[in-house]
């Protein structure tokens, strides 16, 4: 069983930067790389990133790259989502999920076990 917790979203505005927090427990949960999606709204949860807790290998959608970075920290449990330059249209609910089959991986139906979402906003 894996336990994921997120945390630090919030209003911010266009341009602007935030940090989300995922924290991991549970006796398995380095098996599992931890994946980020979000969901807009009216429209389908999507893939964002991804990372792994061994080498800390990425995986990102196209329209995050180069502005939004996975990071991990094996002392504390929890990975990161470092969002940078945000824009309107990333307005949403944000989630961190593992992956049930212990690779990086963008499909939804990979992730397993899922935390209870962050609300990040970008609005002026």
């Known amino acids: 069983q894996v336990q994921l917790v997120e945390s630090g979203g919030g209003l911010v505005q266009p341009g602007g930067s935030l940090r989300l927090s995922c924290a991991a427990s549970g006796r398995t949960f380095r098996n599992y790389p931890v994946g980020w999606f979000r969901q807009a709204p009216g429209k389908d949860r999507e893939f964002v990133a991804a990372i792994t807790w061994s080498t800390g290998s990425t995986l990102y959608a196209d329209s995050v790259k180069g502005r939004f970075t996975s990071s991990r920290d094996n002392a504390e449990n929890t990975v990161y989502l470092q969002m940078n330059s945000l824009k309107p249209e990333d307005t949403a609910v944000y989630y961190c999920?593992?992956?049930?089959?212990?690779?990086?991986?963008?499909?939804?139906?990979?992730?397993?076990?899922w935390g209870q979402g962050t609300q990040v906003t970008v609005s002026a």
């Open positions: 999920a593992a992956n049930r089959w212990g690779v990086l991986t963008t499909r939804l139906m990979d992730y397993n076990y």
